[in-house]
């Protein structure tokens, strides 16, 4: 077996474990030549709650990876590649991925997208920008991109991943124009569903009567959800 292919990374590359979190698939990471960027058309992913191309997406639509901009309320901010070394690993877990230079574990759960280049996994984090009664606020955070070296089975295990986490989707138009993606995920150690909107871009989230239809939305979607308040 190639030493890439073993459940368990070296011990200096392995992370913090929580008391029931398991190593599921690990890859050694590279520096980028040139400098990595989220953009442009990608291969092998999959597809979980909105319409992609060539990315697992949880709770937008969007095609091909990331694309550079300033973060809003629907949109993606540009992309940060990842120094690798000697000493760098992706190492996912079956609670989220371990990712160099980021503190914590990123939770499947907080992906919205992840895409496999054959070269680069680029993640794009969800980030919270409000808490409203009975579910979240989203939008996409800065692109974190990846160079991997023997990736092995970790693109799989990402993309099988986030997409389990998804129980949920379904885009919706506002009143008055508009619209937002209605996301429930299942977060490890948490009861029933956790329940996130994503607005698309150009839809302005304060707007008169937004949140009031969003709200509605979301109280259709889960009208038995004991995670709903």
């Known amino acids: 077996m190639a030493w890439w292919g073993r459940r368990r990374p070296p011990r ?8 029931e979190e398991r190593i599921v698939a690990w890859a050694p990471v ?18 979980a709650g909105g319409t992609t191309t060539g990315g697992t997406t949880a709770g937008g639509t969007t095609a091909g990876g990331a694309t550079a901009g300033g973060a809003t309320a629907g949109g993606v901010a540009a992309g940060r590649a990842v120094a690798g070394g000697a000493d760098a690993a992706v190492v996912a877990t079956n609670l989220g991925v371990f990712l160099p230079g980021r503190d914590a574990r990123l939770g499947w759960h907080e992906i919205h997208k992840a895409t496999w280049t054959g070269r680069e996994l680029i993640f794009i984090p969800a980030e919270v920008v409000e808490e409203r009664a009975g579910y979240l606020v989203t939008r996409d955070g800065p692109a974190v991109v990846v160079t991997v070296s023997d990736p092995g089975d970790l693109p799989e295990q990402v993309r099988a991943r986030v997409t389990r986490s998804v129980s949920h989707s379904a885009h919706e138009r506002l009143p008055g124009g508009g619209g937002v993606r209605i996301v429930a995920r299942r977060v490890p150690g948490v009861d029933g569903l956790t329940w996130a909107v994503r607005y698309d871009a ?10 009031e239809a969003t709200a509605e939305l979301v109280r259709a979607g889960a009208p038995l959800d004991p995670a709903y308040r």
């Open 30 to 47: 590279r520096a980028a030549a040139g400098g990595a960027t989220a953009g442009g058309t990608t291969t092998g992913g999959t597809t």
């Open 12 to 19: 200096e590359l392995r992370p913090t474990l929580a008391r």
């Open 202 to 211: 150009g839809t302005d989230p304060g707007a008169p009567g937004v949140a």
